[in-house]
């Protein structure tokens, strides 16, 4: 008879959907990405609880990968160093890519996944919405209008490289419609927070499909 430490044990690399107990292979990746520019290596647990450790050198990055992370319910740990003396564009830039590199190799072949993801978020007088696909197919249709050039130290038009590094090396398909908002903090604010709640609805396991590939393809 198996005890309960041996059983732990059995199933520590296992994920076992919380609301319709479906046993499923963890969801987790590592990537460590290396250029001439920049050192990126991101960790990443689809099914976790929110937790983050973000360090890029960039203080304002950090905050929205902490949006992500916490909305989303993925653990996250995310260390950067890069060139920030020339300016903030290729680390921002590279933290996206690699980050989506995780979030496809976590996904794997994508099956069992809800696929799609909305969310309306609202910050004060900013209201973003982010519909997303993960359909192998990278798309990104942004349409944020931010009125200023900066955030503190960062370039606002950073938003917009960020979303499609992550969307070229995710291979999803993301829309991002602004329906209101004056302030530059909370309208990107309000966008990670849609991205990531969106996010967190699209990689849910489907109880009726759980280990079919969402697409009348067969394939994503």
Same mark, same amino acid.
């Given at each position: 008879m198996q005890t309960r430490d041996s059983r732990s044990e059995a199933s520590e690399s296992r994920f076992v959907s919380p609301s319709h107990s479906?046993?499923?292979p963890a969801r987790t990746a590592s990537v460590h990405r290396v250029t +001439?520019?920049?050192n990126v290596e991101v960790s990443l647990n689809l099914d976790g609880q929110g937790r983050c450790k973000a360090s890029t050198g960039i203080p304002f990055l950090d905050h929205m990968l902490h949006q992500i992370s916490s909305h989303g319910l993925i653990d996250l740990d995310i260390q950067a160093t890069g060139d920030l003396e020339i300016d903030d564009h290729?680390?921002?830039e590279d933290v996206g890519i690699?980050? +989506?590199q995780a979030l496809s190799k976590a996904l794997g072949d994508r099956k069992g996944i809800v696929r799609f993801g909305h969310f309306l978020a609202p910050l004060d007088e900013a209201l973003v919405q982010v519909t997303l696909d993960f359909s192998g197919r990278p798309h990104l249709s942004y349409g944020l209008q931010i009125p200023t050039e900066r955030v503190g130290s960062y370039d606002t038009q950073?938003?917009?490289e960020f979303f499609v590094a992550v969307v070229n090396h995710s291979q999803m398909t993301l829309h991002i419609r602004q329906l209101d908002g004056i302030n530059s903090h909370h309208i990107i604010e309000a966008t990670f927070k849609a991205f990531a709640r969106a996010v967190r609805m699209a990689i849910e396991i489907d109880p009726r499909r759980a280990h079919l590939i969402p697409s009348s393809k067969g394939v994503l």
């Amino acid at each position: 008879m198996q005890t309960r430490d041996s059983r732990s044990e059995a199933s520590e690399s296992r994920f076992v959907s919380p609301s319709h107990s479906l046993e499923l292979p963890a969801r987790t990746a590592s990537v460590h990405r290396v250029t +001439g520019e920049t050192n990126v290596e991101v960790s990443l647990n689809l099914d976790g609880q929110g937790r983050c450790k973000a360090s890029t050198g960039i203080p304002f990055l950090d905050h929205m990968l902490h949006q992500i992370s916490s909305h989303g319910l993925i653990d996250l740990d995310i260390q950067a160093t890069g060139d920030l003396e020339i300016d903030d564009h290729h680390t921002n830039e590279d933290v996206g890519i690699t980050l +989506g590199q995780a979030l496809s190799k976590a996904l794997g072949d994508r099956k069992g996944i809800v696929r799609f993801g909305h969310f309306l978020a609202p910050l004060d007088e900013a209201l973003v919405q982010v519909t997303l696909d993960f359909s192998g197919r990278p798309h990104l249709s942004y349409g944020l209008q931010i009125p200023t050039e900066r955030v503190g130290s960062y370039d606002t038009q950073l938003v917009r490289e960020f979303f499609v590094a992550v969307v070229n090396h995710s291979q999803m398909t993301l829309h991002i419609r602004q329906l209101d908002g004056i302030n530059s903090h909370h309208i990107i604010e309000a966008t990670f927070k849609a991205f990531a709640r969106a996010v967190r609805m699209a990689i849910e396991i489907d109880p009726r499909r759980a280990h079919l590939i969402p697409s009348s393809k067969g394939v994503l």
